[in-house]
């Protein structure tokens, strides 16, 4: 009985401090990487642009700290595949969902990797700017 109570105290604690992960699907043309303070979140898309794939990220708990974590290794993955952009999927929530299970509490975010022409790129309004 003690050791099942250690177990699942050590798995409580392990997925609590969880760092932020991301995967990515290359779907389009992938380009060379880019930093990620290169990429710009867009709640909506820009008039031009061109699909690389998908992204995908979370990072622990609910704050405020794992919305900018989930946003940093969103902008992180894209960059690695050549998107300057992402169009979040949930703009309403300015692309953060939080998702609550048994012993799991995590921030997820979620978009369309893109690759925005520099002259378009600055006739829209991002979310935000990295």
């Given at each position: ?59 622990a ?9 989930a946003m ?37 975010a ?21």
């Amino acid at each position: 009985m003690h050791k099942i109570a250690m177990w699942t105290s050590l798995l409580a604690v392990a997925l609590a401090t969880a760092c932020a992960s991301s995967k990515s699907m290359v779907t389009g043309k992938s380009r060379p990487s880019l930093r990620p303070r290169d990429v710009i979140l867009y709640t909506n898309a820009p008039p031009q642009f061109e699909t690389v794939g998908t992204v995908v990220s979370r990072a622990a708990g609910h704050g405020q700290s794992s919305v900018n974590a989930a946003m940093n290794e969103l902008r992180q993955r894209a960059g690695r595949v050549g998107a300057n952009g992402v169009i979040l999927d949930h703009p309403e929530n300015n692309g953060a969902v939080f998702v609550s299970g048994f012993l799991d509490r995590h921030t997820r975010a979620s978009g369309k990797a893109i690759f925005v022409p520099v002259a378009s790129n600055n006739a829209t309004v991002p979310v935000t700017k990295p």
